[in-house]
C-alpha cells in the first residue's frame, strides 16, 4: 500500500487491558461470527447505525492523517485509496480496493469481516463520509466467493441499483443500466 504506514495504527496496552487504535481510541477485538450475530439480533436500522459509526471512526483517522477533509479531497485517489485499504485491514474488515465502471465507483472488499452485506456499505459509506466531510450512498451490489462490492453514488443512483437488485438482476447489468439512465452517478439524482 503505497501511502498507508500501519505503525502505531493498533497498539496492546496490556498492564491496562486495552487495545488502542491511532490516538488512544479504545477498542475491543471481536469474532466474525459475534459481530454477525450482533448485527442480525439488532436489525437493520440498527445495524447500519453501528456500521456508519464504526466507519466513521476509520474515515476521522484518515482524514486526520491527510490534513481534514480538504487534505482527503486534495490528495491522489491512489492515496486516499491506500489509507482507506490500509485502515479498514488494520480494523479487520477486509482487504479493499476500489473498480470503476464507467461512472461508477465500486468499492471492492475481500474476504469481509461481516456476512451482512448491508452492514458492509454502511462502514464504507461512514468512512467515505467521515473522510471527506460529504454526504456519501453505498449499496451492497453481493458477494462472489470471497469479494464482496459496494456501489458509492448519489442517492438516487443507490436507490435505483437497490431496486434493480431487488428485481434480480446482476450487479454488473444494474452498474450497465446505471450508465444508461443517470447523467451523474456522484452528484446528481
Known amino acids: 500500500m503505497a501511502g ?21 481510541e479504545r477498542h475491543v477485538l ?3 461470527s459475534a459481530l454477525d450475530d450482533l448485527v ?23 482524514a486526520a492523517r491527510l490534513g481534514g477533509a480538504g487534505g482527503v479531497r486534495g490528495s491522489s485517489v491512489e492515496n486516499v485509496v491506500a489509507e482507506i485499504a490500509g485502515e479498514l485491514a488494520v480494523a ?12 461508477a465507483l465500486v468499492v471492492v ?15 464504507v459509506e461512514g468512512v467515505l463520509e467521515a473522510a471527506s466531510s460529504a454526504r456519501v450512498w453505498c449499496a451492497s451490489l453481493g458477494r462472489e466467493g470471497t469479494v ?30 446505471l450508465q444508461a439512465q443517470s447523467p451523474a452517478l456522484r452528484g446528481g439524482a
Not at 479487520?92 to 464507467?102: D, K, L, Q, V, Y
Not at 472488499?109 to 452485506?117: E, G, I, W
Not at 431487488?166 to 443500466?177: Q, T
Open 30 to 32: 471481536l469474532p466474525c
Open 109 to 123: 472488499v475481500d474476504r469481509p469481516a461481516t456476512s451482512d452485506l448491508t452492514f458492509l456499505a454502511s462502514i
Open 148 to 177: 464482496a462490492r459496494v456501489l458509492v453514488g448519489s442517492e438516487g443512483a443507490v436507490a435505483r441499483a437497490q431496486a434493480l437488485l431487488a428485481e434480480g438482476v446482476a450487479w454488473g447489468e444494474v452498474l450497465a443500466r
Open 92 to 103: 479487520g474488515i477486509g482487504a479493499a480496493s476500489i473498480e470503476r465502471w464507467g461512472r
Open 4 to 24: 498507508f504506514d500501519p505503525t502505531n495504527s493498533v497498539r496492546f496496552d496490556l498492564p491496562h487491558g486495552s487495545v488502542l487504535a491511532a490516538g488512544d
Open 40 to 62: 442480525l439480533v439488532a436489525g437493520t436500522e440498527a445495524a447500519v447505525a453501528v456500521g456508519r459509526a464504526l466507519g466513521g471512526a476509520i474515515g476521522k483517522r484518515i
